[in-house]
């Protein structure tokens, strides 16, 4: 079984899809915020799950509140975290303590527009095609190996919330089926390359 903690920062709606998903073998220990007033938390109560939050403002710093974190999540033993819109940047104490067991859905293509704001970014760029990316977190912001991506194209008559929700149906079955992948141990990690072999196997039979 794969112990599986979540992160969020607010409604947590890639959270609901991976918990809906019934994924065989993941067991989803806690899902935790740091924001206390994020909708996801009650939603994910709501399915019996254990929850907690941290809130950064009751720690003197950065630093404080990221260690805070980490014991938070070390506690509970994880053999999977899953980032799904948690919006703090991980601490490299934080990538080393979970490398190659933490997982992140970004909202672009990457290597093409990590960070914020990618939708307005596509379209300021005149980007015909837009899409999510799901990877393993490393200490560079957006830069891990790329486990699976989606894409979707790009309007004229296009504003960055109307890309941001087409967006994000692709990302609500790309991070689950991910995940999934993970937890039936399909996953190995070949330098920069993320190597499926539920993929290549479909490809062989193919």
Not at 131 to 156: K, N, R, S
């Amino acid at each position: 079984m794969t112990k599986t903690v979540i992160l969020i920062s607010g409604r947590g709606s890639n959270m609901q899809a991976v918990v809906q998903a019934k994924i065989p073998n993941l067991h989803i220990a806690a899902v935790l915020s740091d924001n206390p007033q994020a909708p996801g938390l009650a939603w994910a109560a709501g399915q019996g799950i254990p929850t907690a939050a941290l809130n950064p403002k009751d720690y003197p710093s950065r630093t404080a509140f990221n260690q805070a974190m980490l014991e938070l999540v070390a506690g509970h033993a994880p053999d999977l975290v899953l980032l799904a819109g948690y919006m703090r940047i991980l601490p490299p104490e934080f990538c080393s303590r979970f490398a190659n067991q933490t997982i992140n859905i970004h909202p672009s293509l990457l290597p093409a527009f990590p960070g914020l704001h990618t939708h307005q970014r596509a379209l300021d760029e005149g980007c015909r095609l837009a899409g999510c990316t799901v990877h393993f977190v490393t200490a560079e912001l957006d830069c891990g190996p790329i486990i699976a991506q989606g894409a979707v194209p790009v309007y004229d008559s296009d504003t960055a919330d109307t890309l941001a929700e087409r967006v994000l149906k692709v990302e609500h079955q790309l991070l689950p089926q991910a995940v999934a992948d993970f937890a039936a141990g399909h996953l190995s990690i070949q330098g920069k390359r993320v190597i499926n072999c539920r993929i290549a196997g479909e490809a062989e039979q193919d």
